[in-house]
């Protein structure tokens, strides 16, 4: 009997080892993403767009590679995300575009771009059922997608809704004896919390320094921008009188290298910093939900020794009691397992921005600088 039990438990260990170890990954399979074409679809009131992404799939090992493209709208996406959230809770997902009434759509449709890749590099979520229904082919066609967010929708049935409310009443109820004549002791800082801290003023440290390079970065394209208004400016006044001459079509160039440039390094580099600042707002999101998840599981579990509680109650709070540990334990375990590739990548996409940042500028006064000579 003794070495039965040993055999179990010495089973439940690996298996407990072999969830918690870090997932290998190979990258045999690789993800490219591409914007093919942007529809609108104009209403009454509003306009749909329609977005049309080309994938390619690559698989290094069988030397197989296979393509499709597939339409998604903004609704779409934040169901992604959202479905993202609920199902892969303290993954520091990429930042979604903001929804916004007055946008740029040219802008969005990079920042899509720049989403999907994050999400399909990443280890674990690339494989997610909800990603790969996203992208996949059967459901390439807008309406075949629509349909299927519909039919997912008409699907929560009536048990569905009474555990939500009862999970909703729970908090409700949480909330409400957190205000009742109990005092609470305040909640004093453990390790995790030390470590936490530490993650928070190094995520927001990486964060204000890359806004100042964002804001630099920024000054210069504004600056690209004003130089090109000036030189078609400068086309209009001349046009009539020297049109045919050599040196108003060497303006021509010149304000055509000039507009070329300044939406180049919008598109390339502006919008993707854009999109790693916004990163960085969903790692601070997950440690504010750290924090919160934490003190609301000390403050029930003080909660539980109120005498005035009556039976009902104390389990409905042991319910939240358990429910929170179980969120809080996945948050903080996923949420330090991606930590690592997530500040990697960051100071990665840093470097690569800044780096061909400069050399398209290099370029760029390389170019002028021959237009002068000519």
């Known amino acids: ?66 393509n499709h493209q597939f339409t998604r709208r903004y609704s779409h ?12 809770i303290g993954r520091i997902l990429p930042s979604l575009p903001q929804k916004t009434q007055n946008y740029d759509k040219d802008k969005r449709k990079y920042e899509f771009i720049y989403y999907m890749q994050k999400l399909l590099d990443h280890k674990l979520l690339k494989n997610s059922d909800v990603l790969q229904k996203f992208i996949s082919k059967e459901l390439k066609d807008f309406n075949d997608f629509q349909d299927y967010l519909n039919k997912l929708s008409e699907s929560n049935t009536i ?57 630099d970065m920024q000054k210069v394209v504004q600056k690209l921008l004003i130089q090109s208004k000036s030189l078609v400016i400068s086309q209009e006044i001349f046009l009539t009188e020297c049109q045919q001459t050599d040196e108003f079509m060497k303006l021509k160039q010149i304000t055509k290298v000039y507009e070329t ?23 601070i999101k997950i440690i504010n939900q750290y924090k919160e998840l934490k003190d609301q599981i000390y403050k029930d579990s003080q909660q539980i020794n109120n005498i005035n509680i009556g039976k009902s109650k104390l389990e409905e709070l042991k319910y939240a009691i358990n429910n929170n540990k179980q969120k809080f334990e996945q948050l903080y375990t996923n949420f330090l397992d991606d930590l690592p590739i997530f500040k990697y990548q960051q100071q990665f996409y840093l470097k690569d921005i800044q780096s061909n940042f400069h050399t398209e500028l290099s370029e760029f006064y390389l170019t002028l600088k021959n237009y002068k000579q000519q």
């Open 159 to 215: 048990i569905n809704r009474i555990m939500n409310t009862g999970v909703s009443l729970v908090s409700l109820f949480s909330k409400c004896v957190n205000f009742g004549s109990s005092q609470f002791l305040p909640r004093i800082p453990d390790k995790q919390d030390s470590q936490i801290d530490e993650v928070s003023k190094e995520i927001q440290l990486n964060k204000q320094q890359t806004e100042i390079i964002f804001s």
């Open 1 to 66: 009997m003794t070495e039965y039990f040993d055999q179990i438990l010495t089973s439940q260990i690996i298996s407990d080892v072999r969830k918690r170890a870090p997932i290998m990954d190979t990258k045999s399979i690789y993800y490219t993403i591409y914007l093919k074409s942007t529809d609108i679809e104009p209403h009454l009131a509003w306009e749909t767009v329609k977005y049309t992404f080309e994938i390619i799939k690559t698989d290094l090992i069988h030397g197989i590679e296979e």
């Open 77 to 88: 996406f934040e169901w992604l995300q959202n479905e993202l959230e609920s199902k892969h």
């Open 261 to 283: 440039l300044q939406i180049n390094l919008k598109e390339r580099y502006i919008y993707r910093l854009e999109t790693c600042i916004r990163d960085y707002d969903q790692a």
